[in-house]
């Protein structure tokens, strides 16, 4: 018999499946990081290191690649394969968690392109906290993840709907965790944002990871916030997904 | 019953689109739905298929409740939507194999029976390629193989062979005259095509507003509805007048409604050539389902142009 947990895993691997027979596309949809990494990291100023920024393009790479993902529901919407699996037994909970798990692997998978890549150039690598870094950034992708499905789920039959509220939070998310430029030295308004904005907590986290950092007062917060954004982002989904036809 | 309805409603805000249907169908019929495209055709089929709540009325698919049984009902029936229901970025045989998972099936019997349905489908040199470059009609035999996957006792179609070329569409309509009869399989589809509707189906509800019109064999709706024509040229007016008043017909167009109109022309000419009339041509015309329709609802089928 199934359960809500075999009925998971087969979205999970049916999602999947496309990513395993293409691994380059996960190359291609971190494009954007990687040119930050190139063009943008050499503009620091000389006390910020690699070490500060290289955690923020991580997450970055994850909100990049994870929030878009809900257009590929949104295209199996408009084709009639989401239709088709709503009318098998599977359970609606399981068309979201599956998917939403899914935007792990290819994360991990980029996570780890980015460390290597900036290993030759001075990043010091602690694998304990990078665990525990991608661990956290697992939580926080799900939930983004399962946020954007939300999304194609309420753009169904209006595609400028998905991709217009996708690109407004896109930059003010990422700019408010400061993931580009510190925002302490800010005013307060933007201190005030960038406080409401649950990346900064995440991003604050993988840099004290990333550096070795385990057992800090900002890995708990992160945790906090990627467990907060996960369960959020889950609930609304899978309430979405119930009510799709 | 295998379908059972009772004054099924669907209302969308001020919008009725299926207006009180209430219909059985019993196992094993092959039963089309036909009506212009915003007839509530397929609005019916989504409620069915449980996909759509009802707003009022009820329905029971082979026995079960479409609301407060929808994970058995969707057990039992197979669906062939609009669209198209393989993943594009997916391959043929991954989605199939996952069609099955999805139906409970471990994963060795889902791959022994994807292939079997690849084999049945002659979907063999495609299965492996990623379903955005396959063809119109492969993907739509793709369709068909996963709707057929779990074996249903009840297979839903919805449009099957819109945007089909003629020949995919005889392809279609074979597999499903095929699956009925090695199977027993219930068959319910929606057509706008009249000689869909009039070739496959042994049973055609007509659907009109969100309401049957009408119900029953394609021969017994023409003959019940419209009959069979018989049309006779004369060379003068005078003639023609002068022969649609002896037969009684009351039309100008010397036009005859007839049953079984073919085998009263002999005894129409006995009856002209004894009042010394000659007809030019004789030629006698069964009906058509868009007859039927523009019999029961003042409309031709044949303005709809169809969906994309």
């Known amino acids: 018999m199934s359960s809500l947990v075999t009925d998971t895993r087969v979205v999970f691997s049916r999602e999947l499946r496309p990513v395993l027979r293409s691994p380059f596309s996960i190359v291609f949809s971190m494009v954007q990081p990687l040119f930050f990494l190139a063009l943008f990291a050499p503009l620091l100023p000389d006390g910020t290191s690699l070490q500060w920024f290289v955690p923020g393009i991580i997450v970055m790479s994850c909100l990049f690649g994870t929030s878009m993902t809900g257009s590929n529901l949104l295209y199996e919407i408009q084709t009639g394969s989401h239709e088709r699996m709503l009318v098998t037994p599977l359970r609606r909970p399981a068309l979201l968690i599956g998917r939403a798990l899914k935007e792990i692997v290819p994360m991990l998978a980029q996570a780890v392109l980015i460390v290597l890549v900036c290993v030759p150039f001075g990043f010091r690598l602690h694998p304990l906290g990078a665990v525990f870094g991608l661990l956290i950034l697992a939580g926080f992708c799900v939930g983004l993840g399962a946020l954007s499905y939300t999304l194609a789920l309420a753009s169904k039959n209006q595609e400028w709907l998905f991709w217009t509220v996708q690109q407004t939070l896109l930059f003010p998310l990422l700019l408010l965790a400061g993931v580009l430029l510190p925002i302490e030295d800010g005013p307060a308004w933007l201190r005030f944002l960038s406080k409401i904005n649950p990346m900064t907590y995440v991003v604050n986290a993988e840099r004290g990871l990333f550096d070795g950092d385990v057992w800090s007062r900002a890995s708990g917060y992160g945790l906090i916030a990627a467990a907060a954004v996960a369960l959020v982002g889950l609930m609304i989904g899978v309430r979405a997904m119930q009510r799709s036809d | 019953m295998m379908i059972a309805t009772r004054e099924l409603t669907k209302r969308f805000k001020s919008v009725t689109a299926v207006d009180g249907i209430t219909l059985d169908v019993a196992e094993g019929e092959l039963v089309a739905l036909l009506g212009p495209n915003g007839a509530g055709k397929s609005t019916t089929l989504r409620m069915l298929t449980t996909l759509i709540p009802p707003t009022a009325g009820s329905a029971e698919v082979a026995g079960l409740d479409v609301v407060t049984r929808q994970r058995e009902v969707r057990r039992r029936i197979g669906y062939i939507g609009q669209g198209n229901g393989a993943g594009h970025s997916q391959r043929g045989r991954d989605e199939l194999i996952s069609q ?209």
Do not use: C
């Not at chain 2, 027993?184 to 070739?199: N, P, Q, W």
């Not at chain 2, 007048?241 to 007839?258: C, E, F, I, P």
């Open chain 2, 100 to 308: 099955g998972r999805a139906y409970g099936l471990p994963v060795r019997q889902a791959r022994a029976r994807a292939t079997e349905l690849i084999d049945s489908l002659g979907l063999g040199e495609v299965a492996d390629r990623a379903v955005s470059t396959l063809s119109g009609g492969q993907r739509r035999r793709l369709d068909i193989a996963m709707g057929l996957f779990h074996a249903p006792e009840l297979l839903f179609l919805d449009e099957p062979s819109t945007g089909l070329d003629p020949q995919n569409r005889a392809n279609l309509q074979e597999h499903i005259v095929r699956l009925r009869r090695e199977h027993g399989t219930t068959i319910v589809l929606t057509t706008h095509y009249l000689e869909e509707a009039d070739s496959l189906a042994e049973r055609v509800i007509v659907i009109d507003h969100g309401r049957i019109i009408a119900d029953d064999s394609p021969e017994r709706l023409k003959a019940k509805h419209v009959g069979d024509r018989i049309v006779l040229t004369f060379h003068s007016e005078e003639d023609a007048g002068r022969a649609a008043h002896l037969l009684q017909a009351a039309r100008k167009d010397d036009q005859v409604t007839a049953d079984n109109g073919p085998a009263q022309v002999p005894e129409i000419l006995e009856e002209l050539r004894t009042a010394g009339l000659t007809p030019a041509a004789v030629e006698t015309r069964r009906p058509t389902l868009d007859d039927v329709f523009l019999t029961l609802t003042g409309r031709s089928l044949r303005d709809e142009t169809p969906e994309a």
